[in-house]
T-cell receptor
Framework: DGGITQSPKYLFRKEGQNVTLSCEQN?????MYWYRQDPGQGLRLIYY???????QKGDIAEGYSVSREKKESFPLTVTSAQKNPTAFYLC????????????FGEGSRLTVL | GQNIDQPTEMTATEGAIVQINCTYQ??????LFWYQQHAGEAPTFLSY????GLEEKGRFSSFLSRSKGYSYLLLKELQMKDSASYLC?????????????FGAGTRLFVKA
């Protein structure tokens, strides 16, 4: 079945380490998104990509980096420059264009010790 | 700027009807979405409005007024499993394409 796969589901890291979260989709969607969610909060946009080899900063891009080398893949790196990285990270995709709902992965919960 | 407001929490009784309001101010508009999110899980899509009016889907209905920047989600015949957060989201154009902006969510508690 088509869908979005995020890994790992849970991740623990020490402060100061870079971490890469994987997001793979087989929905043939052009656009992919990374959101961050803190307890009791809504989703905040980190980065998004409309096509391969192109991506845009969202509202809270500082301390994060992404790449889009393949249509199916949009990995997110949480760098040591991110001041408060502990959060729930959600990857989503959508066909390119103005409309349509987002399809979400199951999320990755990152805890920095 | 971009802003989406919805109440933080609501409580309702099993079997009743509840209305969750959402107001938005965005630069451009390509549709309003409602998602349901249970604790620790990803959001799931509930409804989509791009034109003014009411969209009904089973026990859930969603209304949109673009001129007022206003939407509501109506849940009928509430069940305990409806206890969740409900996220209002707007899709809008951006310099790099289109993005979906979320409100902070409304946590709904359904009591027996």
């Amino acid at each position: 079945d088509g869908g979005i796969t995020q890994s790992p589901k849970y991740l623990f890291r020490k402060e100061g380490q870079n971490v890469t979260l994987s997001c793979e989709q087989n929905l043939n969607h052009d656009a992919m998104y990374w959101y961050r969610q803190d307890p009791g909060q809504g989703l905040r946009l980190i980065y998004y990509s409309q096509i391969v080899n192109d991506f845009q900063k969202g509202d809270i891009a500082e301390g994060y980096s992404v790449s889009r080398e393949k249509k199916e893949s949009f990995p997110l790196t949480v760098t040591s420059a991110q001041k408060n990285p502990t959060a729930f990270y959600l990857c989503a995709s959508i066909p390119r264009g103005p409309g349509g709902e987002l399809f979400f992965g199951e999320g990755s919960r990152l805890t920095v010790l | 700027g971009q802003n989406i407001d919805q109440p933080t929490e609501m409580t309702a009784t099993e079997g009743a009807i509840v209305q969750i309001n959402c107001t938005y101010q965005t630069s451009g508009f390509n549709g309003l979405f409602w998602y349901q999110q249970h604790a620790g899980e990803a959001p799931t899509f509930l409804s989509y409005n791009v034109l003014d009016g009411l969209e009904e889907k089973g026990r859930f209905s969603s209304f949109l007024s673009r001129s007022k920047g206003y939407s509501y989600l109506l849940l009928k015949e509430l069940q305990m499993k409806d206890s969740a957060s409900y996220l209002c989201a707007v899709r809008a154009p951006d310099t790099g394409g289109f993005k979906t902006i979320f409100g902070a969510g409304t946590r709904l508690f359904v009591k027996a």
